[in-house]
C-alpha cells in the first residue's frame, strides 16, 4: 500500500478526550474514530488489526475443533422472556420494537440463541460434543463507556458455546479452551494470566478469566511471579504448567497460597472469559437429546468469550514506547514500513519500487511511505503506527544499493544492502 493514497488520518496533538495510552494512540494513529458515546468507526489501519486478531482466533477456536456460525444482531425479546433473563440485564440490553410492535434487542450475549438453535436441531447423542462460535458485535449499554474500545457500548466478541452430555465432556471442553485461550493470547504477544473466577453456584471451580497485565486494567490482580518471566522470556512454560501458577483477583482469597516474594500485585485488563454454565439454560429453554439408552437428556453447556475488539487496546497497552505503538508482528497491520526520504529523486524512487515490489512478491504486506512528507514527519508517522520494521530510504545510500533496517521494538538500525535486507525481512 502506498501511504499517498492510503486513508491514514494520524493526529500529531494528543487528542483531549482520551486518558489512557491506547486508547490516545488509536486516536493519532488513525485507527478508529468515535462515533457516539461507547460507539467506534474503524477506519484501515484499525481494522486489519482487528481482523489479524480474529484470524488468529479463528485459527485456534477450529483447531481446537469449534464451528464457526454466525448468529444475527437483533433477536426477539421473548426467547429472554422464556429463558427469565429478560429482567436481569436491566438497561445495559438495548431493546426497541420493530414496526408490528414486536420487541426486538441488540445482541448482548447469545446463549438464548444459541441454546434455541440446539433445542430444534440436536437430536441425539451423536449430535454431540459440539462447541460452536462466532465473532461477532454485541451492544451492551454500559453506564461509563470508557478507555476507547476498551468498554464500548458497540464490541466485538468472540462467543462460543459448548454442549455435552454430561459433566465430564463439559470439563473436557472447559480445559480445552482454557489450553486454546491461552495459545491465541501468546500468538498476539500477549502474556494472559488466568484468574479463578468467582462464578456463583454454578460454575463451581470452573470459571477463569484471562487478564493481561496493565496499569490501566479495571481489576486488580495477584499472581506468581512467573508470569512476568513468561512474559519478558525469561522462562517459557506449557499450559500444564501454567495451570499451576497462583493468580487471584483478591489476594484474601488464599493468603498462603504463595511464598510473599513470590507475589506480584498489578492491574489487569480481562480479554477473556471461559466459564462453565451446566444446565443453567439448557434446563429452562428445554435443550435436550437422547443418550445411549435411548433417554432424554438435558444437554450439558459452557460459555467462553473473548473482547476482539477489546484486545487492540490491551495489545498497545502491553506494547508501546513514548514514539508509539510497538505492534507485535503476528497482529500488525503491515510488517514493513517503507520510507522514500527523497521522492522525485531517481535513486530513491527506483530502490523504493524495488523494495516494494519484491516484498509484494514474497506476500509480506509494506506500507510504503512515498509522499513529500519531511524526513523527521515520516519517522514520527511510522513510529506512531507501530510496524515492526521500517527500512529507510535516502539517497546516499541509494546511490551505494545500501538502506537502513530498524527494528521497531529494540530500535536496532543496521545498513544493509537491498538484498540483505530484502532477505533479512522474508
Ligand atoms: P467486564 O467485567 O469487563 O464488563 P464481562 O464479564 O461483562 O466483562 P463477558 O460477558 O464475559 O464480559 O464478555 C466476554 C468478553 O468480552 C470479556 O472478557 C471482555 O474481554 C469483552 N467485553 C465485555 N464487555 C465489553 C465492553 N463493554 N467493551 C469491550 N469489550 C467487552
Ligand atoms: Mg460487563
Given at each position: 500500500m502506498?501511504?499517498?493514497?492510503?486513508?491514514?488520518?494520524?493526529?500529531?496533538?494528543?487528542?483531549?478526550?482520551?486518558?489512557?495510552?491506547?486508547h490516545?494512540?488509536?486516536?493519532?494513529?488513525?485507527?478508529?474514530?468515535?462515533?457516539?458515546?461507547?460507539?467506534?468507526?474503524?477506519l484501515p489501519?484499525?481494522?486489519?488489526?482487528?481482523?489479524?486478531?480474529e484470524?488468529?482466533?479463528?485459527e485456534?477456536?477450529?483447531?481446537?475443533?469449534?464451528?464457526?456460525?454466525?448468529?444475527?444482531?437483533?433477536?426477539?425479546?421473548?426467547?429472554?422472556?422464556?429463558?427469565?433473563?429478560?429482567?436481569?440485564?436491566g438497561?445495559?440490553?438495548?431493546?426497541?420494537?420493530?414496526?408490528?410492535?414486536r420487541?426486538?434487542?441488540?445482541?448482548?450475549?447469545?446463549e438464548e440463541?444459541?441454546?434455541?438453535?440446539?433445542?430444534?436441531?440436536?437430536?441425539?447423542?451423536?449430535d454431540?460434543?459440539?462447541?460452536?462460535?462466532?465473532?461477532?458485535?454485541?451492544?451492551?449499554?454500559?453506564?461509563?463507556?470508557?478507555?476507547?474500545?476498551?468498554?464500548?457500548?458497540?464490541?466485538?466478541?468472540?462467543?462460543?458455546?459448548?454442549?455435552?452430555?454430561?459433566?465430564?465432556?463439559?470439563?473436557?471442553?472447559?480445559?480445552?479452551m482454557?489450553?486454546?485461550?491461552?495459545?491465541m493470547?501468546?500468538?498476539?504477544?500477549?502474556?494472559?494470566?488466568?484468574?479463578?473466577?468467582?462464578?456463583?453456584?454454578?460454575?463451581g471451580?470452573l470459571?477463569?478469566?484471562?487478564?493481561?497485565?496493565?496499569?490501566?486494567?479495571?481489576s486488580?490482580?495477584?499472581?506468581?511471579?512467573?508470569?512476568?518471566?513468561?512474559?519478558?522470556?525469561?522462562?517459557?512454560?506449557t499450559?500444564?504448567?501454567?495451570?499451576?501458577?497462583?493468580?487471584?483477583?483478591?489476594?484474601?482469597?488464599?493468603?498462603?497460597?504463595?511464598?510473599?516474594?513470590?507475589?506480584?500485585?498489578?492491574r489487569?485488563?480481562e480479554?477473556?472469559?471461559?466459564?462453565?454454565?451446566?444446565?443453567?439454560?439448557?434446563?429452562?429453554?428445554?435443550?435436550?437429546?437422547?443418550?445411549?439408552?435411548?433417554?432424554?437428556?438435558?444437554?450439558?453447556?459452557?460459555?467462553?468469550?473473548?473482547?476482539?475488539?477489546?484486545?487492540?487496546?490491551?495489545?498497545?497497552?502491553?506494547?508501546?514506547d513514548?514514539?508509539?505503538?510497538?505492534?507485535?508482528e503476528?497482529?500488525?497491520?503491515f510488517?514493513?514500513?517503507?520510507?522514500?526520504?527523497?521522492?522525485?529523486?531517481?535513486?530513491?524512487?527506483?530502490?523504493?519500487?524495488?523494495?516494494?515490489?519484491?516484498l509484494?512478491?514474497?506476500?509480506?504486506?509494506?506500507?510504503y511511505?512515498?509522499?513529500?512528507e519531511?524526513?523527521?514527519?515520516?519517522?514520527?508517522?511510522?513510529?506512531?503506527?507501530?510496524?515492526?520494521?521500517?527500512?529507510?530510504?535516502?539517497?546516499?545510500g541509494?546511490?551505494?544499493?545500501?538502506?537502513?533496517?530498524?527494528?521497531?521494538?529494540?530500535?536496532e538500525?543496521?545498513?544493509?544492502?537491498?538484498?540483505?535486507?530484502?532477505?533479512?525481512?522474508?
Amino acid at each position: 500500500m502506498r501511504l499517498s493514497q492510503y486513508f491514514l488520518p494520524v493526529l500529531k496533538e494528543n487528542p483531549s478526550e482520551a486518558q489512557i495510552v491506547s486508547h490516545r494512540l488509536m486516536l493519532r494513529a488513525g485507527m478508529v474514530r468515535q462515533l457516539t458515546s461507547g460507539i467506534y468507526s474503524w477506519l484501515p489501519l484499525g481494522l486489519r488489526v482487528l481482523r489479524n486478531i480474529e484470524k488468529i482466533i479463528r485459527e485456534e477456536m477450529d483447531a481446537s475443533g469449534a464451528q464457526e456460525v454466525l448468529m444475527a444482531t437483533l433477536q426477539p425479546t421473548d426467547l429472554w422472556k422464556e429463558s427469565g433473563r429478560y429482567e436481569a440485564l436491566g438497561k445495559e440490553m438495548l431493546r426497541f420494537p420493530d414496526r408490528a410492535e414486536r420487541e426486538l434487542l441488540y445482541s448482548p450475549t447469545c446463549e438464548e440463541v444459541i441454546t434455541d438453535i440446539v433445542r430444534t436441531n440436536f437430536r441425539s447423542y451423536r449430535d454431540l460434543p459440539r462447541n460452536l462460535y462466532q465473532i461477532q458485535w454485541k451492544f451492551r449499554d454500559e453506564i461509563r463507556p470508557r478507555f476507547g474500545v476498551m468498554r464500548g457500548r458497540e464490541f466485538l466478541m468472540k462467543d462460543s458455546y459448548s454442549f455435552d452430555l454430561d459433566y465430564e465432556g463439559a470439563k473436557k471442553h472447559y480445559n480445552l479452551m482454557y489450553d486454546t485461550y491461552l495459545r491465541m493470547f501468546a500468538r498476539m504477544g500477549l502474556t494472559a494470566i488466568p484468574v479463578r473466577a468467582d462464578s456463583g453456584a454454578i460454575g463451581g471451580d470452573l470459571s477463569h478469566e484471562f487478564q493481561v497485565v496493565a496499569d490501566t486494567g479495571e481489576s486488580a490482580l495477584y499472581y506468581d511471579a512467573a508470569f512476568d518471566d513468561i512474559r519478558d522470556g525469561k522462562i517459557s512454560m506449557t499450559t500444564e504448567e501454567m495451570r499451576g501458577l497462583y493468580a487471584a483477583a483478591d489476594e484474601q482469597h488464599k493468603p498462603d497460597a504463595i511464598a510473599k516474594d513470590r507475589l506480584r500485585e498489578a492491574r489487569g485488563i480481562e480479554v477473556g472469559h471461559i466459564f462453565y454454565l451446566g444446565k443453567k439454560y439448557s434446563e429452562v429453554l428445554g435443550a435436550k437429546i437422547t443418550n445411549k439408552e435411548g433417554v432424554d437428556t438435558v444437554l450439558e453447556m459452557g460459555c467462553y468469550g473473548v473482547g476482539v475488539s477489546r484486545l487492540v487496546g490491551a495489545i498497545i497497552e502491553a506494547s508501546h514506547d513514548d514514539a508509539g505503538i510497538i505492534w507485535p508482528e503476528s497482529v500488525a497491520p503491515f510488517k514493513v514500513g517503507l520510507i522514500n526520504l527523497r521522492v522525485g529523486d531517481a535513486k530513491c524512487d527506483a530502490t523504493c519500487q524495488n523494495i516494494y515490489e519484491a516484498l509484494q512478491g514474497k506476500g509480506i504486506d509494506v506500507l510504503y511511505d512515498d509522499t513529500d512528507e519531511r524526513a523527521g514527519g515520516k519517522f514520527a508517522t511510522m513510529d506512531l503506527i507501530g510496524l515492526p520494521w521500517q527500512v529507510v530510504v535516502g539517497p546516499k545510500g541509494a546511490e551505494k544499493g545500501v538502506v537502513e533496517l530498524k527494528n521497531r521494538k529494540s530500535g536496532e538500525k543496521v545498513e544493509l544492502s537491498v538484498e540483505a535486507a530484502l532477505a533479512k525481512l522474508a
